[in-house]
């Protein structure tokens, strides 16, 4: 009987130490620890690998803002500009005043030549963040592009009379 109780302990003892580790395994491959491999990769150039790592992550939370932002922008760097369009838009539903997703929207927009959605982004963009020279210079250049040169100007005229 003691050898008995004395194995059923040392098996309980195995079975605790085993689900520790696997614990430990999965706490590894968490959101945020699969987000700071995605950005590790993307910092040493490697988005294909980086989009692996986000797409994870926002796997494991649907509503990982900033991992979406992140594939976004990784997706943005492979040119894969469509991917990049619905990681921001994802980033929007979450969070409609992410003035960084309406910017980074209406740059995936432009550099696919959908000059009417990138000046929509952008406006908004500029409405949530209006003293941000990145915007106001995007939103001009928009303006621009789609033959409204007196917005762009008064744009810059209102930029620069806010940051005097």
């Not at 008995?4 to 999965?26: G, M, Q, W, Y």
């Not at 649907?62 to 932002?69: A, I, L, Q, R």
């Not at 980074?104 to 990138?118: C, F, L, N, T, V």
């Amino acid at each position: 009987m003691v050898k008995r109780n004395i194995f059923l302990i040392l098996c309980l003892a195995s079975i605790t130490v085993f689900v520790s580790c696997s614990a430990d395994k999965t706490d590894k491959n968490s959101k945020d620890e699969l987000y700071e491999q995605g950005v590790r990769a993307s910092s040493d150039g490697k988005h294909e690998e980086a989009v692996i790592y986000y797409r994870k992550a926002v796997k494991e939370d649907k509503e990982f803002e900033d991992g979406w932002f992140k594939l976004g922008y990784a997706y943005e760097r492979l040119n894969k500009f469509d991917d990049a369009v619905k990681s921001y838009t994802r980033v929007i539903e979450l969070n409609e005043a992410a003035w960084d997703a309406w910017y980074s929207r209406g740059i995936a927009y432009a550099k696919q030549e959908k000059y009417g959605d990138a000046l929509v982004n952008m406006i908004k963009a500029n409405e949530l963040n209006p003293n941000d020279a990145r915007i106001t210079d995007a939103l001009a250049r928009l303006y621009r592009l789609t033959g409204k040169e007196k917005k762009a100007e008064e744009v810059l005229r209102r930029f620069r009379q806010q940051n005097r």
